[in-house]
Structure formats: structure tokens, C-alpha cells
């Protein structure tokens, strides 16, 4: 079974600084997706950021950035710039590709990010 | 609609007592899901739509949990006799296909007296 790590329960980063969120997970499979999502106050999950396991070049969004590590299976967000608004829980999150017939994301517990102004 | 809709956004019960939560996924998404998120924990799967049929149900935790979905739109979660353990926020998420993206709804936060 494929599982999501997230050993960071809580990171603090100064405003317009930077700061990695780390994310490992475990899997037997060749093709899978990740996802960073975003989880402020309000609730609403947002996706931050999507990476297919088939490409080798990083995603970037923005001030978003993941180094993916496909063979240590380590799949960290860089928030660059931080600001005020992206104070939140951050989930890293793992999707089976197509040909394993699942469809449910599996979620790590979180990273609790604070920006100090 | 412009985004997944969920009621009630809040919903306190007793325990023992039968409740319903209604999901609103975007229009023209076939795929469905449901997941529960404890306090401080991450989100657990519960079941997973695609139109009105239920392919993968195996996180509902016990018999008292039940799902439907109408008109491959709108989706209720039952909780049947409702327990302590129960409360959590309940989210659900809707995608265009299977395998594309999910977009979440604001979720509905259950608690259990």
C-alpha cells in the first residue's frame, strides 16, 4: 500500500523569504501523480501544485516550486517570496495512475506553515 | 456551478441520532468523492463516484456510513446512529474524469454530542 510522510508538523518562515515543506512517500508503482494542496482557516482544500511521475522536470507555479525526487521518492514544496496569504496547512498528496484501477488520493497529516510579518 | 458546494457548513447532533450531508459537485464532473478529515490529521478516503454508480467504497468505516448520488450531480453521505468518533469534517471533491485533477469543497464540520 502506498503511503505519504509529512515529518513537519509545523514550519515558520519570515515574510518574503523562503521556505521547503517536505513530503516522502512509499510506493511499488511506476506511475502516480502528486499533488501539494493548501488548507487555510476557511477550509477550502486548494491545489497548490500537480506533478505527473513520468516527468523528470520540476513543477513551478508562480512562487511554487517542487523538487521531485523520483528515486529517493521525496516530493518537496519551495514557497518563494512568502507572503501573509500562504499561511496554512499544506497536504502533500499521492494518486495511482490510470492503469491501477484506484482513484483516491492518500494524504499526508500535514504542515502547519506560519508567515512572520 | 462555479466550485463544489457543501451543506450544512456546520452541523452539531446527538449522539445516536441519523444525519445527512449534501455535496453540490461541479457541473459536468462524472467523478465524486467523499473524505473525512479528524482534527489535526490529514484526510481520509471514504468512497469514490463515478457518475451515479459507486465503483470504490472501501473507506467507509462501518455500515452506519452510506452514500448516493443522484442525476450524476448531487451527493448525500448518511451517518446512521451517530457516535463521539464520528465528528470531523467531511469533504468532499469532484473531478472532470477519474483521472484528472479533484477540486475540494469547503467541507461540512460534524459534531457529535
Known amino acids: 500500500a502506498q503511503t505519504v510522510t509529512q515529518s513537519q508538523p509545523e514550519m515558520s518562515v519570515q515574510e518574503a523569504e523562503t521556505v521547503t515543506l517536505s513530503c516522502t512517500y512509499d510506493t511499488s508503482e511506476s506511475d502516480y501523480y502528486l499533488f501539494w494542496y493548501k488548507q487555510p482557516p476557511s477550509r477550502q482544500m486548494i491545489l497548490v501544485i500537480r506533478q505527473e511521475a513520468y516527468k523528470q522536470q520540476n513543477a513551478t507555479e508562480n512562487r511554487f516550486s517542487v523538487n521531485f525526487q523520483k528515486a529517493a521518492k521525496s516530493f518537496s514544496l519551495k514557497i518563494s517570496d512568502s507572503q501573509l496569504g500562504d499561511a496554512a496547512m499544506y497536504f502533500c498528496?499521492?494518486?495511482?495512475?490510470?492503469?491501477?484501477?484506484?482513484?483516491?488520493?492518500?494524504f499526508g497529516t500535514g504542515t502547519r506553515l506560519k508567515v512572520l510579518a | 456551478g462555479a466550485g463544489v458546494s457543501q451543506s450544512p457548513s456546520n452541523k452539531v447532533t446527538e449522539k445516536g441520532k441519523d444525519v445527512e450531508l449534501r455535496c453540490d459537485p461541479i457541473?459536468?464532473?462524472?467523478?465524486l468523492y467523499w473524505y473525512r478529515q479528524r482534527l489535526g490529521q490529514g484526510l481520509e478516503f471514504l468512497i469514490y463516484?463515478?457518475?451515479?454508480?459507486?465503483?470504490?467504497k472501501s473507506g467507509l468505516p462501518s455500515d452506519r456510513f452510506s452514500a448516493e448520488r443522484t442525476g450524476e450531480s448531487v451527493s448525500t453521505l448518511t451517518i446512521q446512529r451517530t457516535q463521539q468518533e464520528d465528528s470531523a469534517v467531511y469533504l468532499c471533491?469532484?473531478?472532470?474524469?477519474?483521472?484528472?485533477?479533484?477540486?475540494f469543497g469547503p467541507g461540512t464540520r460534524l459534531l457529535v454530542l
Open positions: 463516484f463515478q457518475g451515479n454508480s459507486a465503483p470504490d
Open positions: 471533491a469532484s473531478s472532470r474524469t477519474r483521472l484528472e485533477t479533484q477540486y
Open positions: 457541473s459536468g464532473h462524472t467523478a
Open positions: 498528496a499521492y494518486r495511482s495512475g490510470a492503469a491501477s484501477g484506484t482513484y483516491k488520493y492518500i
